[in-house]
């Protein structure tokens, strides 16, 4: 199977862009950018030009979560292997590259319409990452989406894009969450089962912190703006990460996280942490209406 390097950028719509934009200045501490078009608002914390592309939509949704394959000759080594397992896939126009920032793409839907892009050539970032606030990021972490079968979304994952199990989660019935890696880091992808009567989602994105301080400036920081807090400051049992949650108006939430687990693929075993295994081993929980785990 060809390789996937890393977790790239991730695409959302939005009801109220202008709203979200202020709620990531003033609570994220993070510094929006629109394009020339102003049809997009970026977001830039890392070494990349952005990790974070909004637009406007009717409703909150997911537009798409991109991945990193390399190069043009993984690419198409991807395209002609997802073709051969009858997947559809869509190559990504010039017009969509320019606006994305990267060399070329491929897009297919995962089993719950998900939108996933492989891509390569991602820009880099052409001035550094600024913030409104004290903080350092070092890399995007993970997405997670809910999902209506964690089993067939893991099967999929792991048997048609080579994605490595890392463990599960079995949180009570029915959340059992699977964490899913594509390199050293614990996991660049997790899936949950969707409340009852939701739709499949975008729950949360995570950002990699420099250090534990990040996280507990965070946390002072969104409490004084009066902004929500959705979980911590918190650590997870499987993945080890001290993580504080911010729900955003964009319906999904932004997880600061530090110390998150490399994975040894040669001595890894996939684990199941078994029913009753907390969110958060401190003993913290879920703390705001707008945060929902499913
Ligand atoms: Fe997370």
């Given at each position: 199977m060809p390789r996937i390097v890393d977790i790239a950028d991730i695409g959302v719509g939005v009801a109220d862009r202008r709203r979200f934009e202020s709620f990531a200045e003033d609570i994220l501490g993070f510094v929006p950018f629109r394009s020339a078009d102003d049809v997009q608002t970026c977001f830039r914390w890392?070494?990349?030009?952005?990790?974070l592309s909004v637009t406007d939509a009717p409703a909150n949704e997911l537009r798409y979560v991109a991945f990193d394959v390399g190069g043009a000759d993984d690419l198409k080594e991807w395209s002609d292997a997802l073709a051969e397992k009858g997947i559809a896939v869509q190559p990504g126009s010039a017009k969509a590259c320019g606006e994305r920032r990267v060399s070329a793409f491929v897009e297919f839907d995962d089993p719950d319409g998900h939108r996933i892009v492989f891509g390569h050539g991602f820009a880099p970032a052409e001035t550094p990452a600024r913030f409104n606030r004290e903080l350092s990021v070092l890399r995007t972490g993970h997405v997670l989406l809910t999902v209506a079968d964690t089993a067939r979304t893991c099967d999929f994952y792991t048997?048609?894009?080579?994605f490595r199990l890392s463990d599960w989660v079995y949180i009570d019935e029915p959340i059992k969450i699977c964490f899913l890696r594509?390199?050293?880091?614990?996991?660049a992808f997790a899936a949950a089962p969707h409340a009852p009567g939701a739709k499949p989602r975008l729950q949360h994105i995570m950002v990699e912190v420099e250090s534990l301080d990040d996280v507990m400036r965070t946390y002072h920081h969104v409490r004084a703006k009066g902004g929500p807090i959705g979980m911590g400051p918190g650590k997870h049992a499987n993945c080890q990460t001290v993580h504080v949650y911010v729900p955003t108006p964009g319906g999904f939430a932004v997880e600061f996280g530090y110390g998150h687990r490399r994975v040894d693929d040669q001595r890894h075993r996939p684990t199941v942490y078994d029913i009753?295994?907390?969110?958060d081993v401190w003993g913290g929980g879920v703390q705001s209406e707008e945060f929902h785990l499913g």
């Amino acid at each position: 199977m060809p390789r996937i390097v890393d977790i790239a950028d991730i695409g959302v719509g939005v009801a109220d862009r202008r709203r979200f934009e202020s709620f990531a200045e003033d609570i994220l501490g993070f510094v929006p950018f629109r394009s020339a078009d102003d049809v997009q608002t970026c977001f830039r914390w890392d070494d990349r030009h952005h990790r974070l592309s909004v637009t406007d939509a009717p409703a909150n949704e997911l537009r798409y979560v991109a991945f990193d394959v390399g190069g043009a000759d993984d690419l198409k080594e991807w395209s002609d292997a997802l073709a051969e397992k009858g997947i559809a896939v869509q190559p990504g126009s010039a017009k969509a590259c320019g606006e994305r920032r990267v060399s070329a793409f491929v897009e297919f839907d995962d089993p719950d319409g998900h939108r996933i892009v492989f891509g390569h050539g991602f820009a880099p970032a052409e001035t550094p990452a600024r913030f409104n606030r004290e903080l350092s990021v070092l890399r995007t972490g993970h997405v997670l989406l809910t999902v209506a079968d964690t089993a067939r979304t893991c099967d999929f994952y792991t048997g048609t894009l080579g994605f490595r199990l890392s463990d599960w989660v079995y949180i009570d019935e029915p959340i059992k969450i699977c964490f899913l890696r594509v390199n050293a880091r614990h996991h660049a992808f997790a899936a949950a089962p969707h409340a009852p009567g939701a739709k499949p989602r975008l729950q949360h994105i995570m950002v990699e912190v420099e250090s534990l301080d990040d996280v507990m400036r965070t946390y002072h920081h969104v409490r004084a703006k009066g902004g929500p807090i959705g979980m911590g400051p918190g650590k997870h049992a499987n993945c080890q990460t001290v993580h504080v949650y911010v729900p955003t108006p964009g319906g999904f939430a932004v997880e600061f996280g530090y110390g998150h687990r490399r994975v040894d693929d040669q001595r890894h075993r996939p684990t199941v942490y078994d029913i009753g295994t907390p969110v958060d081993v401190w003993g913290g929980g879920v703390q705001s209406e707008e945060f929902h785990l499913g």
